[in-house]
């Protein structure tokens, strides 16, 4: 029994091991600095989002709750925790940052103790501000998405006169958030980016389509289509910067495409790497984007494009530390943020 119990410890000492080695950590990279490895504030952590300040946000999974909680990080402080959407904690409570404007304001969505998922707006003085309480399910899809500088936010929230979910615009003041309402009278919309003029791109789902489609909303025109991806059975828009560049990404049946779009001209392709998948995940103002690329031999490596139209550079080129990365947030500085697994 004794040889048993000693065997199982080893066994569960190799596995948490094992585990340690093999937990991603959130990392801030620049070319003059290099990799900085974020550390954790329990096992895994991811960053998502980081502003021209070097301020950085994004999860981190505590070693004894199941679900993620969010953080914000600065050269100066460290990670700090940001607590949970309307207070409290508990095993199953989630927060998920997704965005951070340049005063460091942060939104994402998350779930409460009450087990209610709802948008947030996050401010270092004034805590959590919660939006999308309609619904008690715990996965009713309300999200906050973006941020931009004038705190003007969107993502998708279910509102009273619709049993689906809408893009919406939301800002600090308004007594409700407003309803973008979808293409030409469909059933979903879901906002992903918002540029400081407040245009705003991301996923639609039109009337008589089951296909998402790359969605455009301006004050001005509303929401449109703002253009199709053959045969792709699902696409959205992921960003958009000030020059109206946005980019995204689609689904075909065999293959992931990237895309960018300036602010008149038709969508083009972002070239890869020879794979059969390509994904955008943010670009920043001077029109760099980020993102993804399998190559031939079918590995996806971590990419930048310097311009829309150009080849995409493998980062690993730039510091080996990518090799085993993902990116997802770029700031006009271009500090690149992330995942990576430290060897």
Known sequence: MKKRL??????????????????????????????????SLG?????????????????????????QHGFVWTAATGMVDIGIPGGGDSTTAVCQPTAINAAGHIVGYGR????????????STEGFTTLGTLSGSPDNGNTAYAINDLDQVTGNLRFRRSPSYHAYLWSPGMPAPRDLGTVDGGDYSVGYGINNSGRIVGAAVASNSTVWQVMNWMRRSGMTILGTIPDSIYAQG????DAGQAIGYGYTDTSGVGFYKSARGEIKFLRGLGGNSIYATAINQQGIIIGSATDTTGKTNAVM???????????????????????????????????????
């Open 112 to 123: 409460q103790v009450d087990g209610t998922q709802v948008a947030f707006y996050w401010t």
């Open 6 to 39: 000693l065997l199982l410890c080893s066994i569960l000492f190799l596995a948490n091991l094992e585990n340690a080695r093999s937990a991603s950590h959130a990392f801030i990279w620049d070319s003059t600095d290099g990799f900085r490895d974020l550390g």
């Open 238 to 241: 992921k960003a958009v910067n």
């Open 305 to 343: 494009w310097p311009t829309p139209g150009g080849r995409p550079v493998e980062l690993e080129t730039l510091d080996p530390a990518f090799s085993t990365a993902s990116v997802y947030g770029i700031n006009s500085l271009g500090q690149i943020v992330g995942e990576y697994f430290p060897q």
């Open 43 to 67: 096992l895994d952590s991811i960053a998502f989002a980081v502003n021209d300040s070097g301020t950085v946000t994004g999860y981190y999974v505590p070693v004894d709750k199941f679900y």
